[in-house]
T-cell receptor, first 114, second 115 residues
Framework: AQKVTQAQTEISVVEKEDVTLDCVYE???????LFWYKQPPSGELVFLIR??????QNEISGRYSWNFQKSTSSFNFTITASQVVDSAVYFC???????????FGQGTELSVKP | DAMVIQNPRYQVTQFGKPVTLSCSQT?????MYWYQQKSSQAPKLLFH???????NEADTPDNFQSRRPNTSFCFLDIRSPGLGDAAMYLC??????????????FGDGTRLSIL
């Protein structure tokens, strides 16, 4: 069975701190895809990144970076120099190759205080 | 900008009174999804359409139905809403090819309240 675990329910940091959001997944598939989505208070889910199971290269996009490690089944997300606008719920999700169903983690609520 | 639009943003209905939520897209995507998200929970997939093919999740209550009259529009019908159906309802779209790999694009959601 597929499962995504985000052990951190809530994280609170002060602006400019770095913060890492953890994501651990379970799947028996050899081909799968991992995603991160951001859900600000307004409600819409915003796609941040996709990673496929064959590509363990880490990625950096501005202040955001992602660390994918198959050996530990983890796909962690780091925000460098956090800002108040980063405050949101962040969801990690898993999808198998054949279907389109997203298996979401429970989400991590990030609060960045000025 | 191309996008996924959900109307209304907020919907209030009475217990047992049928309600319809709508979703439209300008992305021309093959696949449209409906998710239910209750407070402080992850989104839960109710069903999706791949073109005209309807795919229901096994645990979606019969009370929930969907229609997709054309590529651009998809509707969620709740036949007899109960208090437990109060939630945010999110519509999403994606390309159909290799859809497991495709990011889903979400609308702003409709927050449904039941009186």
């Amino acid at each position: 069975a597929q499962k995504v675990t985000q052990a951190q329910t809530e994280i609170s940091v002060v602006e400019k701190e770095d913060v890492t959001l953890d994501c651990v997944y379970e799947t028996r598939d050899t081909t799968y895809y991992l995603f991160w989505y951001k859900q600000p208070p307004s409600g819409e889910l915003v796609f941040l990144i996709r990673r496929n199971s064959f590509d363990e290269q880490n990625e950096i996009s501005g202040r955001y970076s992602w660390n994918f490690q198959k050996s530990t089944s983890s796909f962690n997300f780091t925000i460098t120099a956090s800002q108040v606008v980063d405050s949101a719920v962040y969801f990690c999700a898993l999808s198998e190759a054949g279907g389109g169903k997203l298996i979401f983690g429970q989400g991590t609520e990030l609060s960045v205080k000025p | 900008d191309a996008m996924v639009i959900q109307n209304p943003r907020y919907q209030v209905t009475q217990f047992g009174k049928p309600v319809t939520l709508s979703c439209s897209q300008t992305l021309n995507h093959n696949v449209m999804y409906w998710y239910q998200q209750k407070s402080s929970q992850a989104p839960k997939l109710l069903f999706h359409y791949y073109d005209k093919d309807f795919n229901n999740e096994a645990d979606t209550p019969d009370n929930f139905q969907s229609r997709r009259p054309n590529t651009s529009f998809c509707f969620l019908d709740i036949r007899s809403p109960g208090l437990g159906d109060a939630a945010m309802y999110l519509c999403a779209t994606s390309r159909g090819r290799d859809r497991g790999s495709q990011p889903q694009h979400f609308g702003d959601g409709t927050r449904l309240s039941i009186l």
